[in-house]
């Protein structure tokens, strides 16, 4: 599923995760963008790879769950 522009932006707000706390979850998970550039995958300003959308997904499910929470956000291979 294509996360729609915002989608992940408002996910971030909702974890209470900075950019750069995100980037960094993303990076861990073996992200290859910079911070800048994930921060403009959060508003639709630069197009992300299924690849790296999923990481940034998976980054704020991680999140999610720390704060006893569900994965509300699908991967790309979840259709």
Do not use: C, K
């Not at 999610?64 to 956000?73: A, K, N, R, S, Y």
Request: aromatic letters at 12%; zero cysteines.
């Amino acid at each position: 599923m294509i996360q729609a522009v915002g989608i992940l932006e408002q996910a971030r707000l909702d974890t209470g995760l900075s950019h750069g706390e995100l980037w960094f979850r993303y990076f861990e998970l073996g992200g290859m963008s910079t911070a800048l550039e994930v921060e403009a995958y959060l508003y639709g300003a630069l197009t992300a790879t299924d690849h790296d959308r999923d990481l940034v997904a998976a980054a704020l499910n991680e999140r999610f769950t720390e704060l006893g929470g569900d994965h509300p956000l699908r991967y790309f291979d979840d259709g």
